[in-house]
Nanobody
Framework: QVQLVESGGGLVQPGGSLRLSCAAS????????MGWFRQAPGKEREFVAA????????DYADSVKGRFTISRANAKNTLYLQMNSLKPEDTAVYYC?????????????????WGQGTQVTVSS
């Protein structure tokens, strides 16, 4: 069983930055592919970013490329999402997810474990 707890969300002005964190339980965090997804009100959940076990391979949604950076600290069992140049359309609940086998994936069905989410609101 893997437990994931997100933190770091909040209210930020357009153009601002936030860093989300996701704390994972379990000794095998270093073996997981990790991802960030988001869901805005009235919209379907969408892929944001993913990272492989070692951190050397990443993937991003086109809408966040160049603005968001996914990273991980395996020694701390923690996943991060650095979000810069935030836009109002980035407003959503952000979820981290863990995939216990396989390679990077962009579909939610590929991830077995999910956190509760953290709200990010971009507004002036």
């Amino acid at each position: 069983q893997v437990q994931l707890v997100e933190s770091g969300g909040g209210l930020v002005q357009p153009g601002g930055s936030l860093r989300l964190s996701c704390a994972a339980s379990g000794r095998t965090f270093r073996n997981y592919v990790m991802g960030w997804f988001r869901q805005a009100p009235g919209k379907e959940r969408e892929f944001v970013a993913a990272i492989n076990w070692g951190g050397g391979n990443t993937d991003y949604a086109d809408s966040v490329k160049g603005r968001f950076t996914i990273s991980r600290a395996n020694a701390k069992n923690t996943l991060y999402l650095q979000m810069n140049s935030l836009k109002p359309e980035d407003t959503a609940v952000y979820y981290c997810a863990a995939r216990t086998f396989g390679t990077l994936a962009t579909t939610g069905q590929s991830y077995a474990y999910w956190g509760q989410g953290t709200q990010v609101t971009v507004s002036s």
